[in-house]
């Protein structure tokens, strides 16, 4: 009962602070602008950051362009993503030789950004803050740990990525044009798949998949006053539809056997109680999961599921047939 009521509190917590400030602009306009300049080439940015911005009449319609045009016109370039892996790997025990490489590869990188429009997340981060700084708004890039399926993981091991802080009427937010504009396949190749989600992201859940080197690029005091903790693994589909994972708060959870978990979750849409599942995958094979005491109230979603069998167990949370979550759950025998 104790647990459940400090979860309670927690969810509570964050229901009242992370309302979006722009949920009534219409950014159509600013789209379309984007849309319009598309295939406009870097020779001058100045022009370009011009013909996006000047005539939006708000700081957030003309970081919408301008973010929306970078992600529908610059590709990323999985070799010079590669390259920098492989270093960053040689390096692992030398972070000063891997910064002193690492800032002479970045001439090499912007030139390649400007002649082909391709680059790494460096690149997306460096040409947004450009742009931004052209028609006069306050960006800044952030350097950080990404957590992916294959990095980051369990704790902080290697600072792998880079994104963007914007300051819009005196309020910092936070963006990733890189994830944003797409994604690599197999063969690297990559796949132009515009993801809005990652648009002035919700702080709570952008530091689930984003933990910036200075804490405060995290945004949120809660985040910036407490340690890292290794929550859940989330996904592009989880920014897409805007769902924020509450609890439990961490991706590897040890229970005794025969024992109920809570899992809670915010939507900023809609969701039908159909269209929420507990899966649990072994290799190829999908099995669900079934859950009780759903509870699906004003954004603020919460079930529990008993766990009756000795193991571990990858369960993931799936939303409109959507992973969104993933947990690891060690069961063990009942002392």
């Given at each position: 009962?104790?647990?459940?009521?400090?979860?309670?509190?927690?969810?509570?917590?964050?229901?009242?602070?992370?309302?979006?400030?722009?949920?009534?602009?219409?950014?159509?306009?600013?789209?379309?602008?984007?849309?319009?300049?598309?295939?406009?080439?870097?020779?001058?940015?100045?022009?370009?950051?011009?013909n996006l911005t000047s005539t939006l009449p708000t700081q957030v319609e003309k970081f919408r362009a301008i973010h929306t045009w970078v992600?529908?016109?610059?590709?990323?370039?999985?070799?010079?993503?590669?390259?920098?892996?492989?270093?960053?790997?040689?390096?692992?025990?030398?972070?000063?030789?891997?910064?002193?490489?690492?800032?002479?590869?970045?001439?090499?990188?912007?030139?390649?950004?400007?002649?082909?429009?391709?680059?790494?997340?460096?690149?997306?981060?460096?040409?947004?803050?450009?742009?931004?700084?052209?028609?006069?708004?306050?960006?800044?890039?952030?350097?950080?740990?990404?957590?992916?399926?294959?990095?980051?993981?369990?704790?902080?091991?290697?600072?792998?990525?880079?994104?963007?802080?914007?300051?819009?009427?005196?309020?910092?937010?936070?963006?990733?044009?890189?994830?944003?504009?797409?994604?690599?396949?197999?063969?690297?190749?990559?796949?132009?798949?515009?993801?809005?989600?990652?648009?002035?992201?919700?702080?709570?859940?952008?530091?689930?998949?984003?933990?910036?080197?200075?804490?405060?690029?995290?945004?949120?005091?809660?985040?910036?006053?407490?340690?890292?903790?290794?929550?859940?693994?989330?996904?592009?589909?989880?920014?897409?539809?805007?769902?924020?994972?509450?609890?439990?708060?961490?991706?590897?959870?040890?229970?005794?056997?025969?024992?109920?978990?809570?899992?809670?979750?915010?939507?900023?849409?809609?969701?039908?109680?159909?269209?929420?599942?507990?899966?649990?995958?072994?290799?190829?094979?999908?099995?669900?999961?079934?859950?009780?005491?759903?509870?699906?109230?004003?954004?603020?979603?919460?079930?529990?599921?008993?766990?009756?069998?000795?193991?571990?167990?990858?369960v993931h949370l799936k939303i409109n047939n959507d992973i969104v979550a993933t947990y690891t759950i060690h069961v063990n025998k009942m002392?």
């Amino acid at each position: 009962m104790k647990r459940l009521i400090s979860t309670l509190i927690f969810i509570c917590h964050i229901s009242y602070a992370q309302v979006s400030d722009f949920k009534n602009i219409d950014f159509t306009r600013a789209d379309n602008i984007a849309k319009l300049n598309e295939g406009a080439n870097l020779d001058n940015l100045a022009i370009l950051a011009h013909n996006l911005t000047s005539t939006l009449p708000t700081q957030v319609e003309k970081f919408r362009a301008i973010h929306t045009w970078v992600c529908h016109n610059i590709k990323a370039d999985s070799n010079q993503h590669d390259i920098v892996a492989r270093k960053r790997r040689t390096l692992e025990n030398d972070s000063i030789a891997f910064m002193k490489w690492n800032n002479s590869y970045k001439k090499i990188a912007f030139q390649k950004l400007l002649k082909r429009k391709e680059t790494m997340c460096t690149g997306y981060a460096y040409l947004i803050k450009e742009l931004c700084f052209l028609a006069n708004l306050d960006c800044v890039i952030v350097d950080g740990y990404a957590r992916t399926i294959d990095s980051n993981i369990k704790k902080l091991e290697s600072p792998n990525h880079s994104w963007n802080a914007v300051n819009l009427g005196g309020k910092w937010y936070l963006s990733d044009a890189t994830w944003s504009s797409g994604y690599i396949k197999s063969g690297n190749v990559f796949v132009r798949d515009y993801n809005e989600g990652y648009f002035l992201a919700d702080p709570i859940l952008y530091a689930k998949s984003h933990y910036p080197l200075n804490k405060k690029w995290l945004l949120d005091d809660s985040l910036i006053n407490s340690k890292f903790v290794a929550g859940p693994l989330v996904y592009a589909e989880t920014f897409k539809q805007h769902i924020t994972p509450l609890y439990p708060k961490k991706m590897n959870v040890d229970i005794n056997k025969n024992t109920e978990i809570s899992f809670s979750f915010k939507s900023e849409n809609p969701i039908s109680n159909k269209k929420i599942a507990l899966v649990k995958i072994n290799r190829t094979h999908e099995t669900s999961l079934t859950i009780s005491d759903l509870k699906n109230e004003n954004g603020l979603i919460s079930f529990k599921h008993l766990f009756k069998h000795r193991g571990t167990h990858d369960v993931h949370l799936k939303i409109n047939n959507d992973i969104v979550a993933t947990y690891t759950i060690h069961v063990n025998k009942m002392k």
